[in-house]
């Protein structure tokens, strides 16, 4: 499966905005997924996943009730949207499909989206 990272952008502290990520070349419904960061000059970091089914998800305690991920299986998109955004929260955004559950290591991906920006504002 292919993945297309799209909705990043300069938004202001404590502004919302919501990711997107458009698979082809295969269904996410097959694929447990989740959503990765990397800031400026850090490593990259787990952000949040969800099941297949889109029952369960889990989150980064840095994003936990601010962030949520969500699938529309029969569009073939998964979604992130981030509300309450800080200047730390400034990355690029990956999607992914994710070969564990639960898990937040970059090792258990076996597909990257080509990541999207998104840049908060102080």
């Known amino acids: 499966v292919q993945l297309q990272a799209s909705g990043g952008g300069l938004v202001q502290t404590g502004g919302s905005l919501r990711l997107s990520c458009a698979a082809s070349?295969?269904?996410?419904?097959?694929?447990?997924m989740g959503w990765f960061r990397q800031p400026p000059g850090k490593e990259r970091e787990f952000v949040g996943s969800?099941?297949?089914?889109?029952?369960?998800?889990s989150y980064a305690d840095s994003v936990q009730g601010r962030f949520i991920v969500s699938r529309d299986n029969a569009k073939n998109t998964l979604y992130l949207q981030m509300n309450s955004l800080k200047p730390e929260d400034t990355a690029v955004y990956y999607c992914?499909?994710?070969?564990?559950?639960?898990?937040?290591?970059?090792?258990?991906?076996?597909?990257w989206g080509q990541g999207t920006l998104v840049t908060v504002s102080s």
């Open positions: 969800i099941f297949w089914s889109g029952g369960i998800t």
């Open positions: 070349r295969g269904t996410i419904s097959r694929y447990l």
């Open positions: 992914a499909v994710l070969t564990a559950w639960p898990t937040q290591k970059p090792s258990d991906v076996s597909s």
